[in-house]
């Protein structure tokens, strides 16, 4: 089992910058590949970015060349650097693991609300 907890969410203006952490615990040795989704009122889940174990990082069209995601093993942690925010970015954020198992197990961060307004 993994567990995964979020934070960094908050309400900035648009154009600011914010950080999203994801702390993984558990069978860490067993995670494969590590994501950001995010849920906007009213929408469905949208995957924001990927980050393989091998740390090869893939991005939706709408956050490419805005947001980074990596990984630092050491501490277990993931990120999602976000910079010049836009209102429509704003949705619950949440981080998602899988792990080498066949069939893979999925763990999901409780989320954290990411708010972008003037």
């Known amino acids: 089992q993994v567990q995964l907890v979020e934070s960094g969410g908050g309400l900035v203006q648009p154009g600011e910058s914010l950080r999203l952490s994801c702390v993984a615990s558990?069978?860490?040795?067993?995670?494969?590949?590590m994501d950001w989704y995010r849920q906007a009122q009213g929408n469905g889940h949208e995957l924001v970015a990927t980050i393989t174990r091998g740390n090869s990082a893939h991005y939706a069209d709408s956050v490419r060349g805005r947001f980074t995601i990596s990984r630092d093993n050491a501490k277990n942690t993931m990120y999602l650097q976000m910079n010049s925010l836009k209102p429509e970015d704003t949705a619950v954020y949440s981080c998602?693991?899988?792990?080498?198992?066949?069939?893979?197990?999925?763990?999901w961060g409780q989320g954290t609300q990411v708010t972008v307004s003037s």
């Open positions: 998602h693991a899988s792990d080498i198992y066949h069939p893979p197990g999925n763990y």
């Open positions: 558990g069978n860490i040795f067993s995670i494969k590949d």
